[in-house]
């Protein structure tokens, strides 16, 4: 386990409108804030995209995702965590429950997962810490590394 100890800083209320991208538009706007570290939850609606439901083969290396897409309005709730990458950037890694007509798919949201009529988030800045996805070599996944320095990053409020 590794662990890096802070705070709550500044709590923002956002709601994203129809078409808005996820995880784009919230790492967007992390970055024009200046939050470097944060928790995010998620609720409202998910119009389509693609999601990550696990890996193929789960002794494979690195890992080779199974997508699903996701086609029509579907409720959704997620939380997750923000981090910069080495490069500095705003990187979310954001895990969602995706519900529709009684049916539910739970997995990793991924770039381009378009919002369908509202999505309200909350966003948690935590300040004092340190914390960087950092590139694991064996699983070709940005794993958050807490204690570790983006190269270029944002600095806490």
Same mark, same amino acid.
């Given at each position: 386990m590794? !662990?890096?100890?802070?705070? +709550?800083g500044r709590v923002f209320v956002i709601r994203l409108e129809d078409g808005d991208t996820i995880p784009d538009c919230i790492e967007g706007f992390a970055?024009?804030?200046?939050v470097s570290v944060g928790h995010v939850i998620l609720i409202g609606g998910i119009g389509k995209?693609? +999601?990550v439901v696990g890996p193929r083969d789960s002794n494979e290396k690195p890992l080779n995702? %199974? #997508?699903?897409? !996701?086609?029509g309005a579907h409720e959704v709730v997620g939380v997750g965590v923000l981090a910069p990458a080495e490069d500095g950037k705003p990187v979310l890694h954001i895990h969602a429950a995706l519900g529709r007509a009684g049916? @539910?798919?739970?997995?990793?949201?991924?770039?381009? !997962? @378009? @919002?369908? #009529? =509202?999505?309200? =988030? %909350?966003?948690?800045? %935590?300040v004092g810490v340190t914390a960087a996805r950092v590139m694991d070599k064996e699983s070709g996944l940005a794993l958050l590394e807490p204690g570790a320095i983006a190269t270029t990053g944002l @600095?806490?409020?």
């Amino acid at each position: 386990m590794k !662990v890096d100890e802070g705070h +709550i800083g500044r709590v923002f209320v956002i709601r994203l409108e129809d078409g808005d991208t996820i995880p784009d538009c919230i790492e967007g706007f992390a970055k024009e804030r200046g939050v470097s570290v944060g928790h995010v939850i998620l609720i409202g609606g998910i119009g389509k995209g693609r +999601i990550v439901v696990g890996p193929r083969d789960s002794n494979e290396k690195p890992l080779n995702p %199974i #997508l699903l897409p !996701v086609d029509g309005a579907h409720e959704v709730v997620g939380v997750g965590v923000l981090a910069p990458a080495e490069d500095g950037k705003p990187v979310l890694h954001i895990h969602a429950a995706l519900g529709r007509a009684g049916h @539910t798919m739970t997995g990793c949201l991924r770039p381009g !997962v @378009t @919002t369908w #009529l =509202v999505g309200e =988030v %909350i966003l948690y800045e %935590i300040v004092g810490v340190t914390a960087a996805r950092v590139m694991d070599k064996e699983s070709g996944l940005a794993l958050l590394e807490p204690g570790a320095i983006a190269t270029t990053g944002l @600095t806490d409020s």
